[in-house]
């Protein structure tokens, strides 16, 4: 899971919710254009165009607006800007295998989550050399998240372990020094000209790892 640090919500989105009236009520089923893409590019921008679940590299066609509390059963926050991240796989692909926020769908446990706005939330999560990602220790609201958002299934565990082996091959793991491994932290916990590339938290992790963070 990729943290995000909420901003400000885009303010055409703030304009058409104080529309609000008597006759009529602002929900995400009828929210359009222009709002609805100043919504989405405002959730892009924040998240450095990555997943807010895998991570993965991600542009406004390739990705959707995510409720993290589901719309199905949190109506009350269907235009709460908190609860919306940009997940990877697009409104109108037909993801196979679905994963992230179309394999959450309505699934959700409030007793038993990770948000990407928790502050630990990256350091529940450990990753293999081969791209396999586990709940750190017996962490049971991220092993949970995990199964929902179908974060351990092939397609991604192989992205990964390409991202991961091209960095900490046979070679530097015989002899990687502490400063470079805070190097690679430091490095691939920022942006760059305001975008992440793929799985660049997976990168720092696992050094983090290294270090036994």
Same mark, same amino acid.
């Given at each position: 899971?990729?943290?995000?640090?909420?901003?400000?919500? #885009?303010?055409?989105?703030?304009?058409?919710?104080a529309l609000?009236?008597?006759?009529?009520? #602002?929900?995400?089923?009828? !929210?359009?254009?222009?709002e609805?893409?100043a919504l989405?590019?405002s959730?892009?921008?924040?998240?450095?165009?990555?997943?807010?679940?895998?991570?993965?590299?991600?542009?406004?066609?390739?990705s959707?607006?995510?409720?993290?509390r589901?719309?199905?059963?949190?109506?009350?926050?269907?235009?709460?800007?908190?609860?919306?991240?940009?997940?990877? @796989?697009?409104?109108?692909?037909?993801?196979?295998?679905?994963?992230?926020?179309?394999?959450?769908?309505?699934?959700?446990?409030?007793?038993?989550?990770?948000s990407?706005?928790?502050?630990?939330?990256?350091s529940?999560?450990?990753?293999? !050399?081969?791209?396999?990602?586990?709940a750190?220790?017996?962490?049971e609201?991220?092993?949970?998240m995990?199964?929902?958002?179908?974060?351990?299934?092939?397609? !991604?565990?192989?992205?990964?372990?390409?991202?991961?082996?091209?960095?900490?091959?046979?070679?530097?793991?015989?002899?990687?020094?502490?400063?470079?491994?805070?190097?690679?932290? @430091?490095r691939y916990?920022? #942006?760059?000209?305001? @975008?992440?590339?793929?799985?660049?938290?997976?990168?720092?992790?696992?050094?983090?790892q290294?270090?036994?963070?």
């Open positions: 899971m990729k943290r995000v640090i909420k901003g400000t919500e #885009p303010a055409l989105f703030t304009q058409w919710k609000a009236n008597e006759g009529w009520t #602002p929900s995400y089923s009828i !929210l359009r254009n222009p609805k893409q989405h590019d959730l892009l921008r924040e998240q450095g165009y990555v997943c807010c679940y895998c991570g993965n590299k991600i542009t406004r066609e390739s959707h607006v995510e409720h993290f589901p719309q199905h059963h949190f109506v009350h926050l269907d235009l709460e800007y908190t609860n919306l991240h940009a997940s990877c @796989q697009g409104e109108t692909e037909d993801p196979k295998p679905a994963h992230c926020g179309h394999s959450k769908g309505n699934k959700f446990d409030e007793n038993s989550n990770v990407p706005l928790d502050e630990d939330c990256e529940r999560f450990r990753f293999t !050399l081969i791209g396999r990602i586990e750190t220790d017996t962490d609201p991220a092993e949970n995990i199964n929902i958002l179908a974060l351990d299934i092939s397609f !991604l565990n192989n992205r990964r372990k390409e991202k991961l082996e091209g960095i900490f091959d046979n070679e530097f793991l015989a002899s990687f020094a502490i400063e470079e491994l805070e190097a690679i932290i @430091q916990r920022h #942006p760059r000209d305001g @975008q992440y590339e793929a799985f660049d938290h997976v990168i720092a992790r696992y050094a983090e290294l270090l036994g963070r």
